[in-house]
């Protein structure tokens, strides 16, 4: 895990490479309390989501990438990386952020991490 630090143009912060996060798996980024996963699907799609499970908060930066989703470590709910929606007939939702790809670097907006 590493804090968010460096600042670009606007409101864009560089929180690291996108090399750093293994396909189908994530890593994670802290600002304040906030911790946030970034992850890496099998296709490199990158997704950032806060970590932690709608259910009862599980670190989903541990849980099983697969088709689009994220299977929560703890008690195995589907959580959407798009919209961060619990699936099937579970309810809750995590909080989503933008994440882009620029030159092999993973920016996410700072003003969405208020
Ligand atoms: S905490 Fe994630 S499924 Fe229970």
Do not use: Y
């Not at 699936?87 to 208020?114: I, M, N, W």
């Amino acid at each position: 895990m590493s804090a968010v630090s460096v600042a670009m143009s606007q409101n864009l912060v560089d929180v690291g490479a996108t090399d750093d996060v293994p396909q189908r798996g994530a890593r994670c980024v802290k600002k304040g309390d906030l911790t946030i996963a970034i992850f890496r699907t099998q296709d490199d799609q990158f997704f950032a989501l806060e970590d932690k499970c709608p259910h009862k908060h599980g670190p989903l930066s541990q849980g099983i990438v697969h088709d689009g989703c994220v299977t929560c470590p703890l008690h195995n709910w589907v959580i959407s990386l798009s919209s961060g929606q619990a699936q099937g007939a579970d309810e809750g939702e995590t909080r989503t952020f933008t994440v882009e790809v620029r030159d092999g670097r993973l920016l996410l907006d700072l003003e969405e991490l208020r």
